[in-house]
């Protein structure tokens, strides 16, 4: 697994969110892009990085910034997920896991003793020209939106 490069332009999808509306990276244009990757919806960890990020949706307004989470959940499972917890940003459907592969975020985990292929929980900040530039991949799912308003208000300030 390899992330793509710091101050390139990010990888570009095309995905189907929980609308079956499709997204891709130029939507997000002009915005500061929270991307962020989680393994599987309405499971306990994604739904309190879900929820803390719907919460804090005004603070992410405020810094010209979207959040935008993606899984490789099929769209209807999205549509729960959104529906169950009022979520008010989109989440990408990635089903064969090609975005995550192009971001470096598909590989081996461990979990309970076995072994099996799935999404490493990473987030990147994309500005808004597109580029990356900033990869987290050490945060708490209670703290994660914290660790972005702050990286967010850090990265704003040196432009």
Same mark, same amino acid.
């Given at each position: 697994?390899?992330?793509?490069?710091?101050?390139?332009?990010? %990888?570009?999808?095309?995905l189907l969110n929980?609308?079956?509306?499709?997204?891709?990276?130029?939507?997000?244009?002009?915005? &500061?892009?929270?991307?962020?990757?989680? %393994?599987?919806?309405?499971?306990?960890?994604?739904?309190?990085?879900?929820?803390?990020?719907?919460?804090?949706?005004?603070?992410?307004?405020?810094?010209?910034?979207?959040?935008?989470?993606?899984? %490789?959940?099929?769209?209807?499972?999205?549509?729960?997920?959104?529906?169950?917890?009022?979520?008010?940003?989109?989440?990408?459907?990635?089903?064969?896991?090609?975005?995550?592969?192009?971001?470096?975020? &598909?590989?081996?985990?461990?979990?309970?003793?076995?072994?099996?292929?799935?999404?490493?929980?990473?987030?990147?900040?994309?500005? %808004?020209?597109?580029?990356?530039?900033?990869?987290?991949?050490?945060?708490?799912?209670?703290?994660?939106?914290?660790?972005?308003?702050?990286?967010?208000?850090?990265?704003?300030?040196?432009?």
């Open positions: 697994m390899e992330y793509p490069k710091i101050d390139e332009r990010a %990888p570009n999808f095309k929980q609308a079956e509306e499709t997204r891709s990276l130029a939507d997000y244009a002009g915005k &500061w892009l929270v991307l962020y990757f989680y %393994p599987k919806a309405m499971t306990p960890g994604c739904t309190t990085q879900a929820c803390e990020l719907r919460d804090h949706k005004a603070e992410l307004d405020a810094l010209n910034a979207v959040a935008v989470g993606l899984s %490789p959940d099929a769209t209807k499972r999205l549509t729960k997920f959104t529906e169950r917890d009022s979520l008010n940003f989109d989440l990408l459907a990635d089903e064969d896991h090609a975005v995550a592969e192009a971001y470096g975020v &598909w590989g081996l985990k461990k979990f309970m003793g076995k072994e099996y292929d799935g999404i490493h929980r990473t987030t990147f900040i994309i500005n %808004p020209e597109s580029k990356l530039v900033q990869v987290m991949n050490k945060f708490k799912t209670k703290t994660h939106h914290d660790d972005v308003l702050e990286m967010l208000a850090a990265l704003q300030e040196n432009v």
